[in-house]
């Protein structure tokens, strides 16, 4: 059977000087999948839209910001991670530059800045917590990832480097 999972992206917005990134805290909704866990930006891909348009957009409409410096981070893929069982596969980029002011709040929640030592002390996915030090590792290659959800949570990960 082929693998058609729901194409999806998610930015992480840094700083000028990279010691922040802006995050949302999925505080807005109720029954929300996501209530009360802080994220990046992003979320799934339009017909007939490429990644980097599709980041763009998202970034655009949740942050009210344009992004002008992305970096393709990796990509992950979630065999099991929707509400229903759904697969999703993810492009994760990083975002080093970006004109206009960032939204406060959003129709998912709150906008803010967190120093990037903290973020793994905020309510997260738990999948996060694996990828996220190589999110803010800016040296670090193009990575791909396979983290399998079962019932919500992850049951696996391993991670291969491009290079």
């Given amino acids: 059977m082929p693998y058609t999972p729901i194409l999806a992206t998610l930015g992480y917005v840094f700083s000028p000087d990279r010691r922040k990134v802006l995050l949302v805290h999925r505080n807005a909704r109720a029954g929300d999948a996501h209530l009360g866990k802080y994220n990046g930006l992003g979320g799934k891909l339009e017909p007939n839209e490429d990644i980097v348009t599709g980041i763009r957009r998202e970034i655009r409409e949740e942050a009210?910001?344009?992004?002008s410096d992305l970096q393709l981070a990796g990509t992950v893929s979630w065999p099991g991670f929707g509400k229903n069982g759904e697969d999703w596969f993810g492009f994760l980029f990083r975002i080093f530059e970006f004109t206009g002011t960032p939204a406060k709040s959003n129709s998912e929640g709150t906008l803010d800045w967190f120093d990037l030592e903290?973020?793994?002390e905020l309510p997260l996915w738990d999948g996060d917590r694996w990828f996220l030090p190589i999110i803010f590792d800016f040296a670090a290659p193009p990575f791909?990832?396979?983290?399998?959800?079962?019932?919500?949570?992850?049951?696996?990960?391993?991670v291969q480097s491009a290079r």
């Avoid at 009210?64 to 992004?67: A, D, F, M, N, S």
């Avoid at 791909?144 to 391993?158: A, E, I, K």
């Fill in 144 to 158: 791909h990832g396979l983290m399998p959800y079962h019932n919500g949570s992850p049951v696996g990960w391993t």
């Fill in 118 to 120: 903290r973020v793994q």
């Fill in 64 to 67: 009210g910001i344009e992004c």
